[in-house]
């Protein structure tokens, strides 16, 4: 069975419809263990407690290093990615939200019809695979600081996710035998790569959108965007998690703000399903194998496609018999409503 990320939350009510109220969600390997945990109350409201923090997770992966060296370490989230994910998904605001809002608000919602000239978005490849411009509120068409992107080929470049997995034997001795699922598909840090390439490519995609012919590394990106700007007629505000970029892009007279990420880990927090699901979705791919009470959820397996990486697909093995039918239900009513 594949759920798409949108359709998560049908995989959380059906947890809930079994009397699941707590769901720890947890890696496969005894080092790792529980990441965080889901709780429902009665009342509604949805909290998500942090179990494993930076530290707790850093020296759970210097564990598996010193157990099993390679490849299963490179299967293991370095800290930053592990953190970035949690941003992804709208757990946790970048840690200089206010600012950049203030930014925003200084510098964006041009009136168009009062002649001024629009205002489009660039990124940084540190942080396209993060859900960039979700996590800033960008939705051109609607109420946006942004009249739409302007994506620079370089980073496209940049988001490098070719190498794949040809042996799973050392995954399967070290994790679980789930990770069998890795085989053929992009291994590792690749993952993260591909989870920007998709992004990339969805924002590319839409009618709010083009590209900026650049090469690869900051230099020529920021060039090409300042040619952008001074070419035509919009403005470009630019976002990196890079104080070098950042500087780069003001010397050639291009607007930027640093997006800083936390240095810690909340312990707990209130959150809304949406959350939850775009946070497991980014999770699961970047670890390929999650465990949740019931369910196995798998961000690659064999046969995967590029139709499963464009959809935002993953796999659900239901350990449980009564999960299946359940989700099965509530999927068909859901796609009804779509269709409607």
């Not at 699961?284 to 496609?305: A, N, Q």
Request: glycine share 8%; charged share 30%; aromatic share 8%.
């Amino acid at each position: 069975m594949q759920l798409t990320r949108p359709h998560l939350t049908v995989l959380l009510n059906a947890l809930y419809d079994t009397g699941t109220t707590t769901i720890p969600v947890e890696h496969p390997s005894d080092e790792l263990g529980e990441l965080f945990r889901i709780e429902f109350d009665d009342s509604g409201e949805t909290t998500v407690q942090l179990t494993t923090d930076l530290k707790t997770y850093a020296d759970a992966r210097s564990d598996v290093n010193s157990a099993y060296g390679e490849p299963a370490i490179s299967e293991v989230p370095d800290r930053r990615s592990y953190l970035s994910a949690f941003i992804a998904g709208g757990l946790l605001d970048p840690a200089n939200r206010e600012e950049i809002d203030d930014f925003l608000t200084t510098n964006g919602g041009r009136d168009l019809n009062a002649g001024h000239r629009p205002l489009v978005a660039g990124f940084d490849t540190n942080l396209v695979p993060w859900r960039i411009a979700d996590v800033l509120g960008h939705q051109p068409g609607e109420q946006s600081a942004v009249n739409g992107f302007a994506l620079a080929t370089g980073v496209l470049d940049e988001l490098e996710w070719g190498h794949k997995r040809n042996d799973t034997q050392s995954l399967t001795e070290a994790f679980s035998a789930d990770f069998e699922e890795l085989w053929n598909q992009p291994a590792g840090s690749s993952r993260e790569g591909r989870l920007g390439e998709n992004y990339y490519r969805r924002l590319r995609d839409s009618r709010y959108a083009e590209e900026v012919p650049t090469d690869e590394g900051d230099e020529s990106i920021v060039e090409g965007y300042a040619s952008f700007q001074n070419e035509g007629r919009k403005d470009v505000v630019l976002f990196s998690n890079d104080r070098d970029f950042i500087e780069r892009a003001h010397a050639n007279r291009i607007l930027a703000q640093r997006v800083e990420f936390p240095s810690a880990l909340p312990r707990k927090l209130t959150t809304s399903w949406e959350a939850i699901q775009d946070t497991l979705y980014v999770l699961t791919v970047l670890f390929g194998v999650l465990s949740l009470p019931k369910v196995t959820l798998y961000g690659v397996w064999r046969g995967k496609e590029g139709m499963d990486w464009h959809d935002e697909a993953l796999k659900i093995d239901c350990r449980s018999p009564k999960v299946e039918p359940l989700i099965e239900r509530d999927i068909a009513i859901v796609e009804a409503h779509e269709r409607m």
